[in-house]
Nanobody
Framework: QVQLVESGGGLVQPGGSLRLSCAASGSIFSIYPMGWYRQAPGKQRELVAV???????NYADSVKGRFTISRDNAKNTVYLQMNSLKPEDTAVYYC?????WGRGTQVTVSS
């Protein structure tokens, strides 16, 4: 059974930073792309960033230049470094890999 467990969310002021982590159990991690999604209240879940097994990355236009996705295959962990956070980044952030989803971690950007 594969599990994805997110951590690192919280409350931060506009302009601040957070680093999200997603720890994966099971053997799928190193061979599949991994992604971060987010869902704000009343909105559909959207892709934030994705990273392939080889390290190629892609970002939503709204976070380009501010967020960085990375992965450590030895630790079965994918990260999302979020800088220059804005109130519109407020959402529940979910980790995704293959057909699996984490339960999400809340990120709130507010003064």
């Amino acid at each position: 059974q594969v599990q994805l467990v997110e951590s690192g969310g919280g409350l931060v002021q506009p302009g601040g930073s957070l680093r999200l982590s997603c720890a994966a159990s099971g053997s799928i991690f190193s061979i599949y792309p991994m992604g971060w999604y987010r869902q704000a209240p009343g909105k559909q879940r959207e892709l934030v960033a994705v990273i392939t097994s080889g390290g190629t990355t892609n970002y939503a236009d709204s976070v380009k230049g501010r967020f960085t996705i990375s992965r450590d295959n030895a630790k079965n962990t994918v990260y999302l470094q979020m800088n220059s956070l804005k109130p519109e980044d407020t959402a529940v952030y979910y980790c995704h890999g293959h057909t699996y989803w984490g339960r999400g971690t809340q990120v709130t950007v507010s003064s």
